[in-house]
């Protein structure tokens, strides 16, 4: 008797356990998706890591403390990344407003450089603005913005 | 050619996973070079996945559901590609979709397809139905002399008799399809948030390529 009444006790412990199990594979869930839509709004960006510190071991099932370590890991990510890519989205708003200017008044940015990168619009390209007809124009103050659309060559 | 069945999947494991399923189909059908048609359709398939497809993959429902089940069973996606983001990564190093054989190919066009990744084992070294449950202690993957230990605790494939494959990982030694095979088992696995559908595709999708011939 007295073991059926531990097991009566022990029975709904068990089953909140499964059902925090259950709410926090629901957790991860939902921060795994947040993290896939950052990682692909993230797109063409690089330098963003999106990876999350790896658990040892192949597939199991995995404990209330283990699962709350993962979703711990995606949500401390997650901030991480929104963070990172907050900044990138400052940087490249600067950045566009700075190249609106050079497009605007060439003259007054000599020689400045911005790149596809600093935009966030992928690797290759670039925005120079370069003298017209080269010391000629350098002499008589014809500067322009040159579009450079190729992608360097491989070493 | 029979339809595709359900297998059985352990209690203690349905009870935290209720949406897990094994669906398995066997195929009278032997490995080889694959023919012209199975080889067009992979380089018809390079054209229509490039790199926007494979950036916004993880996104779609089906490859999102396998990230997410891998998070759940303590596997890193990131590091443990799923199959269809691995099969993604592979097309853009490689340049297109390669063929390989007959079953690489079939499973690559039914993976890319679908998202849903699929499995063979050679039918005569299966022994019974397949489904999932954890090893216990002691046991080896597969029945071979040369069959590695198995973690007890780890989510494994089996049979009727032992491991045959560890959950999303490798298949066991001497079980899988070899140049002398008569018969494959396919089997997949289903998780959260990926249609039945999907996965009865993939099979039969993968059957019919594997059933093709010059």
């Known amino acids: 008797m007295a073991v059926v009444e531990q097991i009566r006790s022990l029975s709904p412990v068990e089953v909140d356990e499964r059902a925090a199990r259950r709410s926090l594979r629901d957790q991860i869930a939902?921060?795994?998706?947040?993290?896939?839509?950052?990682?692909?709004?993230?797109?063409?960006r690089q330098g963003i890591d999106f990876g999350v510190a790896r658990a040892?071991?192949?597939?199991r099932m995995l404990s209330l403390g283990e699962l709350e370590h993962v979703r711990d890991d995606l949500?401390?990510?997650?901030?991480?990344?929104?963070?990172?890519?907050?900044?990138?989205?400052?940087?490249?708003?600067?950045?566009?407003?700075?190249?609106?200017?050079?497009?605007?008044?060439?003259?007054?940015?000599?020689?400045?450089?911005?790149?596809?990168?600093?935009?966030?619009?992928?690797?290759c390209g670039a925005y120079h603005v370069r003298p017209r007809l080269g010391i000629v124009g350098m002499l008589m103050g014809w500067w322009q913005v040159k579009v450079s659309s190729g992608c360097p060559l491989a070493t | 050619m029979s339809d595709p069945s359900a297998g059985w999947v352990d209690v203690e494991v349905s009870e935290e996973f209720p949406e897990l399923r094994l669906v398995e189909l066997p195929v009278q059908a032997r490995p080889g070079r694959s023919p012209r048609s199975v080889r067009d359709r992979l380089k018809h398939l390079s054209n229509r996945f490039r790199g926007a497809q494979a950036v916004a993959q993880r996104q779609e429902p089906v490859p999102w559901a396998y990230r997410v089940f891998y998070r759940h069973v303590g596997l890193d996606p990131d590091a443990d590609r799923t199959p269809a983001?691995?099969?993604?990564?592979?097309?853009?190093?490689?340049?297109?979709?390669?063929?390989?054989?007959?079953?690489?190919?079939?499973?690559?066009?039914?993976?890319v397809e679908t998202g849903v990744p699929i499995w063979a084992l050679d039918e005569a070294q299966v022994d019974g139905r397949l489904g999932v449950r954890l090893a216990g202690s002691g046991e080896r993957l597969g029945r071979a002399v040369q069959a590695p230990p198995v973690p007890a605790g780890r989510l494994v494939v089996a049979d009727d008799r032992s491991p045959l494959?560890?959950?999303?990982?490798?298949?066991?030694?001497?079980?899988?399809?070899?140049?002398?095979?008569?018969?494959?088992?396919?089997?997949?696995?289903?998780?959260?948030?990926?249609?039945?559908?999907?996965?009865?595709?993939?099979?039969?999708?993968c059957s019919d390529i594997l059933l093709e011939r010059d």
């Open chain 1, 30 to 44: 939902k921060l795994e998706r947040e993290l896939a839509a950052a990682f692909v709004g993230a797109f063409p």
């Open chain 1, 56 to 59: 040892p071991g192949g597939p």
């Open chain 1, 75 to 123: 949500a401390e990510r997650l901030v991480e990344v929104r963070r990172q890519l907050y900044a990138r989205a400052e940087e490249e708003e600067h950045k566009r407003e700075l190249l609106e200017r050079m497009l605007v008044e060439p003259g007054r940015y000599k020689w400045v450089r911005v790149t596809a990168r600093e935009l966030g619009r992928g690797d």
């Open chain 2, 85 to 111: 983001e691995a099969a993604m990564l592979a097309r853009l190093v490689r340049g297109g979709f390669r063929s390989e054989n007959l079953l690489d190919d079939a499973l690559l066009i039914a993976l």
């Open chain 2, 165 to 205: 494959a560890i959950l999303f990982g490798e298949l066991a030694p001497g079980h899988g399809v070899m140049p002398d095979t008569r018969a494959m088992r396919l089997f997949s696995v289903q998780v959260a948030g990926v249609p039945s559908i999907h996965v009865e595709e993939a099979l039969w999708q």
